[in-house]
């Protein structure tokens, strides 16, 4: 083994805290273990513990840590290139880009490659802005998140007041842009309390308002995630996204699909194709370098696309070994990989609805493909969020799992775990996951705590 590799790998836990004065975190759910290597859905921390991983590492890792296809095609194209400025021409960008343009919906085929999802976002309002004028407000929903960039910052619910106090975002207001927002059509609660089918009534009554009179020229884009995956797993309903699509089309703007989360996890290659409502523009990130950083925005041939005169140009925007993993994993997914995500996500989704009879806090379960959500109450009549969803996750460490938490109110338990995953694992994944709400929700004691998970449940992961 390489010295310095063998030096890294040996650093010892008092050398890790003192060196963890030099790490300055900005956002994540802290408090877990310090993480050394991974298989599959498992990953092992530095003490030997192992845990399923229902993050998937922010969501990202599709095909599970040290996939061993994606790394024999690593170690082949590593030996060839890596980074190439994206200036220059490469086979694999080409076939990247036709393969995604041949995947998705009938229209939309040129793609446009960058280096992470809110630069990805703000390549799209660039896009917008050539093609919808006169305008300057963009429109997102209520909840929603789309990153942490200057440009996408205020995008996010992360600069609103909807978690109780204003978040992150709220101290970057002088450079953010300001996002017209509108109602987004949850259907476990609304404000107004009304069935869920008046309620997409009203969110779209609503925004055709806000179209109106509530917007200085045209919206220049309405960016939406099919699935609003921080906001708490919220499905958005076929009907709304039909109607939101009809709203665009009528006040000259354009539809914008942030499928950054739903891109293969749903177990479809693209959200558009599943709810049947064709957006202007998508946008792709997280898991499309199957674990690699790559994100793309793919443009309906209908709208001018970018300039070669420095509209935008990144250094890392054509980086081949992430391209070369997306076309294998684009591979996988046609043999068998997406067949997988639905079914076992079918299998996780039923299972834990089935949960629900033990445990009556498990208010609402949504799951499309392996995009799931729980959400947590404290009686299913009332609603009212479930204040332990941290507790759950922290006991999840303890028994060997890994979840999510998110939602505005903090009280979703996301299962996304990579799509790669089998019947067994599942399974042990649900026996997790109960020990998890058991301990929490009936009282174990929690002496099983490791040192190394011991922390406080800080923040959102998004
Ligand atoms: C739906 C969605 N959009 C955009 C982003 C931002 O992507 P990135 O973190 O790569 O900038 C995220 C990240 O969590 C996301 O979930």
Redesign the pocket.
């Known amino acids: 083994m390489d010295a310095l590799l063998k030096k890294i790998y040996a650093l010892t836990d008092e050398q890790i805290k003192e060196y963890s004065q030099n790490v300055m975190l900005g956002g994540g759910s802290r408090g877990g273990p310090v993480l050394d290597h991974g298989k599959g859905v498992r990953v092992w921390d530095t003490t030997g513990r192992d845990y399923i991983d229902c993050t998937s590492q ?2 990202a890792l599709y095909l599970g840590y040290a996939n061993d296809t994606i790394n024999a095609v690593i170690r082949e194209h590593i030996e060839k290139m890596t980074h190439i400025h994206q200036g220059f021409d490469t086979k694999v960008r080409y076939y990247l880009a036709n393969k995604l343009a041949s995947l998705a919906p009938a229209g939309m085929s040129r793609v446009s490659f960058t280096v ?6 703000e390549a799209a309002m660039k896009i917008a802005f050539k093609n919808v004028q006169p305008s300057r407000e963009f429109v997102t929903l209520f909840d ?6 200057l440009g ?1 910052m205020g995008a996010s619910w992360i600069s609103t007041k909807s978690a109780g106090k204003f978040f992150g975002g709220s101290r970057f207001l002088p450079l953010t842009r300001t996002f017209i927002r509108i109602p987004n059509p949850v259907t476990y609660r609304n404000p107004l309390g009304v069935d869920t089918e008046t309620y997409i009534d009203y969110c779209l009554t609503m925004t055709r308002e806000i179209f109106q009179r509530g917007i200085s020229g045209k919206p220049a884009g309405v960016i939406v ?1 099919p699935i609003q ?2 906001a708490g797993q919220l499905i958005l309903p076929r009907r709304y996204l039909q109607g939101l699509r009809q709203l665009c089309d009528e006040f000259e703007t354009l539809l914008i699909y ?1 499928e ?2 739903t891109f293969g996890r749903i177990g479809e290659t693209f959200a558009a194709n599943y709810f049947g409502v064709t957006p202007d523009i998508i ?1 792709l ?2 898991g499309l370098g199957a674990g690699l950083p790559l ?1 793309a925005i793919i443009i309906s041939d209908k709208l001018e696309g970018f300039q070669g005169d420095t509209e935008e140009l990144h250094t890392f925007a054509n980086p081949t070994l992430s391209m070369v993993t997306a076309s294998k994993q684009l591979e996988l997914f046609e043999n068998g990989v997406l067949r997988n995500c639905r079914e076992m996500g079918d299998y996780l989704g039923q299972k834990l609805s089935e949960m629900a009879a033990e445990y009556p806090e498990i208010g609402d379960v949504r799951q499309l493909g392996m995009h799931i959500g729980v959400e947590m109450v404290d009686d299913p009549e009332r609603k009212n969020p479930l204040k332990q969803a941290g507790e759950i996750r922290l006991a999840g460490f303890r028994n060997g799992l890994i979840l999510g938490t998110g939602g505005v109110r903090k009280n979703v338990l996301k299962i996304k775990p990579p799509l790669i995953i089998n019947k067994q694992e599942c399974d042990e994944v649900l026996e997790k996951f109960k020990a998890s709400l058991h301990d929490v929700l009936r009282g174990k004691s929690k002496a099983k705590c490791s040192g190394s998970v011991k922390q406080k449940n800080e923040s959102v992961l ?1």
Request: aromatic share 8%.
């Open positions: 922010s969501w992470g999802g809110g630069p990805a976002i929603s998140y789309h990153g942490t960039t996408s995630e995956a921080s942030d950054i989360q946008v990130g997280k994100a998004v």
